[in-house]
């Protein structure tokens, strides 16, 4: 493969270390960033990304502002002014930009679905952790999320208060003094439908040709490259609604959604204005050419993904000794590739997940692909039965509803 004669400079936040590995089959140079500096740096922050001889770890990006031939690339969020900014000096950015906010600010969010013509279930704003407690009692089965500050907790569903009881109390005492200023978005459920959802990118428009995916949620994946127009129409809509939107904001990076189909309607439950985990890592085996994909959405042009196979398995990894202890692993070299690790580093020979600022059991994942579902869950299969850690754990048998929701929802 002939590669690209420019640096990529990978600007993220934990979890996308893998797409920098990926990236360097594609570009001459990639260099690595994330976050490290507080009030007491900790080495393991300056760690994570090195060792490894295919990208370099850098502490500072400042000092590329003028460089020439160099790719910006933000596979997460959180870095919209910095990135209007460099579109601002003319450099090459692949990222969402301001159209992060289509992520982060739900109730906003709720507002702009409804305006452009999509279906959206009954939701609230509740400010407060007495209000929110209250809330729940009298309305069992509901989600609640935050905006913005994803670290306070992930989307969870309230299914009884006596239940959730444990995680409201921990939320309090988490918010401190900020308990009863807090914002939740509480959402009612959509009982009796299939969560599914689009995964790629965008720019000017989306690709021809989609990934599509059932993800079982912190098990596992499965993906089928389809053509566009095949994605079923709930999904589908969601996107073609919100193109204009995106067009305004400039948007030029990755973009997934996640769908709850229910007859000919979609309910959009969440936006990701970045790569995806899972979903993006079997991107990246998936799109032969991701690195001329990343280059050309850089410098606003669409490139159409190169595909060979059909489908992708995605397994996640965990270990709970990974939270906060070092984690040796051992990957066979011939998989390498396709374990797709959040946090690592290398030292001599051998890698290690490094325990970060948050704690996760979640170590990344593997991924596979095949020309039909059962060739990728095979393979995957046999790739995690060869990577050791001490208490790892992976849901593998879990792609078969997985499979079983996928074949449902290309059906439709």
Known sequence: MKKIKKTALIIENGLFQSLAHKLSESFEKVIYWR???????????????????????????????DADNVVWVFPDIYYASLQEWLRGQGK??????????????????KELMKDVGLPVQP????????????????????????????????????IDYDLVKPKLDSIEHELGGRAEVQEFICEEGIPDSIESGYDGYFCNGFPKVAQFGIECKDKC???????????????RNVNDKLTPTLKRYGYAGFFSTEVRMKGNKGYCIDFTC???????????????????IVEGVANGKLIEP???DRFAAQVILTSSFADENWLPIEIPGKIRPFVKLYHSCKVGDQEFIVPGDQEMCELGSVVATGQSMDEAIKKVTDYVSQIKAFGLKAYTDELQCAKKDLMKSLNQ
């Open 35 to 65: 976050p490290w500096v507080g009030s007491f740096a900790h080495p393991n922050d300056l760690f994570i990304g090195t060792g490894y001889d295919n990208i370099e770890r850098i502490e500072n990006y400042e000092e590329y502002f």
């Open 92 to 109: 090459p950015v692949f990222g969402a930009g301001n159209g992060e906010e289509i992520e982060l600010l739900r109730g906003e969010c």
């Open 123 to 158: 939701w609230e704003t509740i400010k407060g952790m007495k209000a929110l407690r209250g809330f729940i009692q009298k309305h069992p089965g509901w989600h609640v999320k935050v905006s913005t500050v994803r670290g306070l907790t992930e989307s969870f569903h309230a």
């Open 221 to 235: 994946y499965l993906a089928a490259i389809i053509p566009y127009q095949k994605v079923p129409d709930p999904v």
């Open 274 to 292: 970045r790569s995806a985990s899972p979903a993006g890592e079997c991107m990246q085996e998936l799109f032969l050419n991701l690195g001329d």
């Open 306 to 308: 190169v595909i060979e």
